[in-house]
């Protein structure tokens, strides 16, 4: 699966920004869908994964309530809707397949996940 992102940008504390992500090549649904971000000098987090066939999303901690992710699997996209952002949201945003996340709120992935390009996100007034 190819995945290409979209939507990163300057946004003001407070302010929204809407990700996209589009795939292509194999069957997207088959595949577990997700977000990770990694800011300067720190690891990557994982922040959203949805997965194949459930419609629940799974939210890191760190954006829930602020954060919502879904996916469109006629279309192939999957989406992220930042909120009430915040200067620690500033990071590269990635888009994943073959997220998965544990009953204790961890987030990972497969060995076969394939990774978008990652779109820059900065909250900076």
């Known amino acids: 699966v190819q995945l290409q992102a979209s939507g990163g940008g300057l946004v003001q504390p407070g302010g929204s920004l809407r990700l996209s992500c589009t795939a292509s090549?194999?069957?997207?649904?088959?595949?577990?869908i997700g977000w990770f971000r990694q800011a300067p000098g720190k690891e990557r987090e994982g922040v959203s994964c949805?997965?194949?066939?459930?419609?629940?999303?799974y939210i890191a901690e760190s954006v829930k309530g602020r954060f919502t992710s879904s996916r469109d699997n006629a279309l192939n996209t999957a989406t992220l809707q930042m909120n009430d952002m915040k200067p620690e949201d500033t990071a590269v945003y990635f888009c994943?397949?073959?997220?998965?996340?544990?009953?204790?709120?961890?987030?990972?992935?497969?060995?076969?996940?394939?990774w978008g390009q990652g779109t820059q996100v900065t909250v900076s007034s």
């Open positions: 994943v397949t073959g997220c998965w996340t544990s009953y204790d709120g961890q987030f990972g992935t497969q060995a076969f996940a394939s």
């Open positions: 949805i997965p194949s066939r459930e419609l629940r999303t």
């Open positions: 090549g194999e069957s997207f649904d088959d595949y577990s």
